[in-house]
């Protein structure tokens, strides 16, 4: 499907972006090209969990996440951000939908396997393509907060990189792009720093045990990594706030890193 792109973005990266960001993605949609955006939300949700006294706790990255926990994780990802996401979009002439993967059961999920340590975490098991086929086909771009729900009507958290790539997946995506605050995965060449034009996983494991890849940028090399599910075949890192950055990516190529399977 070479007209639609997924992006994923965390809620904190979108918010700091500047209005070309959007206007940019107003222009990719005058032009034909259909724009779903994933969003996260992390220093958000951690930020309301401090204020009303309920402990942030991780297995493994994924949010240990009880009933009290997952009342704050919707209200912040589905409620807040996804609307402030909305509402930049439709400021700067781009037509958008806010959703949450409960909508419409656009997220089916199931629980995770260790869901015994982390609570009512989810693995998506389906994604209802057909209802964001018909958002694009009226002319949105929709936004979509990954939260997942079962046939009982459980609620489950899903990690934003997990839902996205699902998302990419059922669409028939075979490129998702990681909008992060970063040019791409960096390495030494000559004493200088220099974008690795595409990596493989072998690769991205070499450069985070020789250090090259260290601190924040490992979470976020992985988290772009457990994009690549399903029909996803490649996944593309870029620095949202570079000039007319989706444009690039998406007509011209030759930015950011493309992290391949292998």
Do not use: W
């Not at 409960?102 to 995770?112: F, S, Y």
């Amino acid at each position: 499907m070479t007209n639609t792109f997924v992006m994923k973005c965390g809620g904190s990266t979108l918010a700091a972006l500047p209005g070309a960001f959007f206007r940019d993605l107003r222009e990719l949609q005058e032009g034909g090209i259909r724009p779903v955006i994933v969003h996260g939300g992390g220093p958000a949700i951690n930020e309301t969990l401090g204020k009303l006294g309920i402990e942030s706790r991780f297995v493994n990255g994924l949010r240990v996440t009880d009933e009290s926990t997952l009342n704050v994780v919707e209200m912040v990802l589905a409620g807040r951000i996804n609307k402030e996401i909305v509402r930049k979009l439709q400021q700067n002439g781009a037509r958008s939908l806010g959703l949450s993967g409960t909508d419409g059961r656009l997220i089916e999920a199931k629980p995770v396997a260790n869901h015994a340590e982390v609570g009512l975490v989810g693995d998506v098991t389906g994604v209802n393509a057909a209802l964001i086929e018909g958002i694009m086909a009226i002319g949105y771009i929709p936004v979509i907060a990954p939260i997942g729900i079962d046939a009982a009507g459980q609620r489950y958290n899903i990690n934003a990189d997990t839902a996205a790539g699902a998302v990419a997946s059922h669409l028939g995506v075979d490129t998702m792009i990681v909008v992060t605050d970063v040019p791409g995965i960096m390495r030494t060449v000559n004493g200088e720093k220099a974008v690795l034009p595409q990596v493989t996983f072998a690769e991205i494991e070499d450069m985070i045990a020789s250090g090259e890849i260290y601190g924040g940028m490992i979470p976020k090399v992985r988290a772009a990594m457990s994009c690549l599910h399903g029909n996803v075949r490649e996944v593309l890192i870029v620095d949202g706030a570079a000039e007319r950055v989706l444009s690039r990516a998406v007509r011209e190529g030759g930015l950011g890193t493309r992290i391949v399977r292998g």
